[in-house]
């Protein structure tokens, strides 16, 4: 929407004054494909950004990526703090420069440090987080993950509705913004699964994986609140859960349609696994008017 006379040298995405309409990842994909510029890093300034689909979808646009898993409530500062530290930077170290920053949001965010009151009222109220991601690493995160999905697609079949139950408590930590989102941790989900289901091939996928996701991960802050069942937080995943993969949004398009053309799901096969599973999640966080 920028005049067609204006010189553009950096950038700004807003979505609030665009009256509902918004970007969907693909459309951001080809936004970045059609640009002509590789881009050291993007910084999601949005709410459950920090999601492996969208980080995978825009992978090779950008060597590093910030995002939050959660509800971002930063009044501004990882913006205004990253410029600050990479505008005194006299060695241009952006990794050291990036975990400056983090120092800095860690210190200013625990003290709530000029951050204005009804800022600092919602950010008591719900599970915080921020990470910085290698977006190189998420090649082999992705692989490891396809290795884990096809080994459970393959137990599938002989595994107990006891073990089941038991595999699906990781799905009960869900993100919530405003209203109900269908997205669990990943890391969370790959350790409880494993466990459950204790099979020696499956364990290795999932500690792989696991070690990749850890390495992907540069940096982070979290803030979790005392009600929150994790302590920590990685990246986020969509619900596996044949249901929801079917179910009908508000535009008319059920979840498969937007879901199957991915670049996570051709990489790792995860929407198989989500139409092949058909238990639901137990401990299931909300109650049944807010599941599909």
């Not at 929407?1 to 979505?15: C, F, G, H, K, S």
């Not at 949001?105 to 600092?120: D, F, K, T």
């Not at 941790?185 to 999932?206: C, F, G, M, R, W």
């Not at 009600?227 to 009908?248: A, G, Q, R, V, W």
Request: charged share 20%.
């Amino acid at each position: 929407d920028r005049p067609d006379n204006m010189v553009i040298t950096r950038a700004m995405l807003y979505d609030e004054t665009l009256k509902d309409r918004a970007l969907n990842m693909y459309q951001f994909a080809d936004a970045l494909a059609t640009c002509g510029m590789h881009f050291q890093h993007i910084m999601f300034h949005n709410c459950l950004m920090g999601n492996i689909e969208t980080l995978t979808e825009v992978q090779q646009y950008a060597d590093y990526f910030f995002a939050s898993a959660h509800t971002l409530i930063s009044d501004g500062l990882p913006i205004t703090v990253m410029v600050d530290k990479l505008k005194k930077s006299t060695d241009y170290n952006f990794e050291d420069r990036a975990k400056e920053m983090f120092a800095d949001l860690s210190r200013i965010y625990a003290a709530r440090e000029g951050i204005p009151e009804e800022v600092a009222g919602a950010m008591d109220a719900m599970n915080l987080d921020m990470k910085m991601i290698r977006s190189a690493d998420l090649t082999i995160l992705n692989n490891n993950i396809s290795f884990f999905i096809t080994r459970l697609l393959e137990l599938y079949p002989s595994l107990s509705p006891e073990v089941m139950s038991q595999a699906m408590t990781a799905c009960a930590y869900t993100y919530e913004v405003q209203t109900v989102s269908y997205l669990i941790d990943l890391k969370h989900y790959l350790q409880t699964v494993a466990a459950a289901i204790n099979d020696p091939e499956l364990s290795a996928h999932a500690k792989n994986a696991i070690e990749c996701l850890d390495n992907a991960i540069i940096e982070r802050w979290d803030e979790p609140k005392e009600f929150s069942k994790l302590k920590e937080y990685s990246l986020s995943i969509m619900l596996p859960y044949h249901d929801f993969l079917h179910y009908t949004t508000k535009g008319k398009y059920t979840v498969a349609e937007s879901y199957y053309p991915s670049a996570f799901n051709r990489r790792t096969g995860w929407a198989l696994w989500m139409d092949a599973n058909t238990y639901f999640p137990t401990q299931w966080w909300f109650n049944s008017d807010n599941v599909p």
